[in-house]
Every structure is written in structure tokens, then in C-alpha cells.
């Protein structure tokens, strides 16, 4: 059974910093790797899709990368603003099991300013 | 333009009761889902379902049922309402295994 973790669960970092959050999974065997972000109250948006023959993916400040083969996921935000805080959360796509995303308790983090 | 659109946003009713939650998706996707979030914001997959074919969380109490009437619509309904029901509900919709978009979420308190 595919088991998803981030870490670390809270991270609070003053703004303009550069930050990496984790997430790891248990079978390697996934399809793809989505990394979204939740903020208070409201639905999930979507930040970035890693597809599994992929390495790496960007938009804008955020760098998302998978090494598949580890069961890892890094998600990279440069120069952090507050405007970035939020839960953020990634989700694997296991090969079979109906396309069914599995997720991560979330990473919440909170820019000061 | 809202790509998954779910109704109510809030709902309140007392326990014992039927419920339903409609979600909608205008995004062409072949593949609709419902999530759990509970009160420790731990998502966790209920239902999918593709061109008619239904593969359910095993997890998932019997009283609750997707249904849908065609591929943009998969709703959500609840028998017997009971306390521990309470939380964020969330459809979902992709097309294959392509990025998968959610809609806002649906807050259930059962009382």
C-alpha cells in the first residue's frame, strides 16, 4: 500500500528566503506526482505535474523534482512572499489502483513578513 | 469560468438524515472523484469513477454512494448521517492520469 509523507508538517521562514519541502513515498512504482496547494478554507489548486518519465518541472519560483527511483519529490520556492503561505501538498499517481491520487499530511508554511 | 464546481459549499443537518453533494466538471475529463478531508486535513480517496466503471476505497462505509448521471456529473450521497461524517468533502476530475483539478469543497457538519 502506497504510504506519502512530508516534511517536515509546519515550517515558518521569514520572507525572501529560498525553501525546499519534502515528500517521499513508499513504492516507487508511481505514474505521476502532482504537488498542489491549499489555502485556508478553500479548495486545492494546482501548482505542478511531474510525469514520471520527467525529472523536474518549473513555473515561475516553484521547481518541483522526482527521482522516482529514491521515492522522492522535492518542491522548491524561491524568494518566498507571504502571499505563499498555505498548505502544501503532493499526490502520487500509483500505476494501478484506478488513477486514484494518494496524499501527503501537507507541509503548512507560513512567510512572515 | 469554474472548471469543478461542487454544491452546497455548506451543509449543516442533523444526524440520521440523507444528504446529497453534486459536483460538475466542464473540463471534458473522463475520470471524477471524491475525497475525505478530516479534521487533521488528511485527504483520503473515496470513490472514482471512469466511463461507468466504479472502484471504491474499501474504507468507505456502504452508506455512502456516488452516482452519476453522465461524464460531467458525479454526486455524492450519504444514508444515515452519523457525527463522524463530518468534514470537507472535495470532487475531483482529470482526464487519464493528467493533472487533476478539485473543486472547493464541501463542508459538512452533522449535529
Known amino acids: 500500500k502506497q504510504e506519502v509523507t512530508q516534511i517536515p508538517a509546519a515550517l515558518s521562514v521569514p520572507e525572501g528566503e529560498n525553501l525546499v519541502l519534502n515528500c517521499s513515498f513508499t513504492?516507487?512504482?508511481?505514474?505521476?506526482l502532482q504537488w498542489f496547494r491549499q489555502d485556508p478554507g478553500k479548495g486545492l489548486t494546482s501548482l505542478l505535474l511531474?510525469?514520471?518519465?520527467?525529472r523536474e518541472q518549473t513555473s515561475g519560483r516553484l521547481n518541483a523534482s522526482l527521482d522516482k527511483s529514491s521515492g522522492r519529490s522535492t518542491l522548491y520556492i524561491a524568494a518566498s512572499q507571504p502571499g505563499d503561505s498555505a498548505t502544501y501538498l503532493c499526490?502520487?499517481?500509483?500505476?494501478?489502483?484506478?488513477?486514484?491520487?494518494?496524499f501527503g499530511g501537507g507541509t503548512r508554511l507560513m512567510v512572515k513578513p | 469560468d469554474t472548471a469543478v464546481s461542487q454544491t452546497p459549499k455548506y451543509l449543516v443537518t442533523q444526524m440520521g438524515n440523507d444528504k446529497s453533494i453534486k459536483c460538475e466538471q466542464n473540463l471534458g475529463h473522463d475520470t471524477m472523484y471524491w475525497y475525505k478531508q478530516d479534521s487533521k486535513k488528511f485527504l483520503k480517496i473515496m470513490f472514482s469513477y471512469n466511463n461507468k466503471e466504479l472502484i471504491i476505497n474499501e474504507t468507505v462505509p456502504n452508506r455512502f454512494s456516488p452516482k452519476s448521471p453522465d461524464k460531467a456529473h458525479l454526486n455524492l450521497h450519504i444514508n444515515s448521517l452519523e457525527l463522524g461524517d463530518s468534514a470537507v468533502y472535495f470532487c475531483?476530475?482529470?482526464?487519464?492520469?493528467?493533472?487533476?483539478?478539485f473543486g472547493q469543497g464541501t463542508r459538512l457538519t452533522v449535529v
Open positions: 511531474i510525469q514520471s518519465s520527467q
Open positions: 499526490a502520487v499517481y500509483p500505476n494501478n489502483a484506478g488513477n486514484m491520487l494518494t
Open positions: 475531483a476530475s482529470n482526464l487519464g492520469q493528467s493533472e487533476a483539478f
Open positions: 513504492d516507487s512504482a508511481i505514474y505521476n
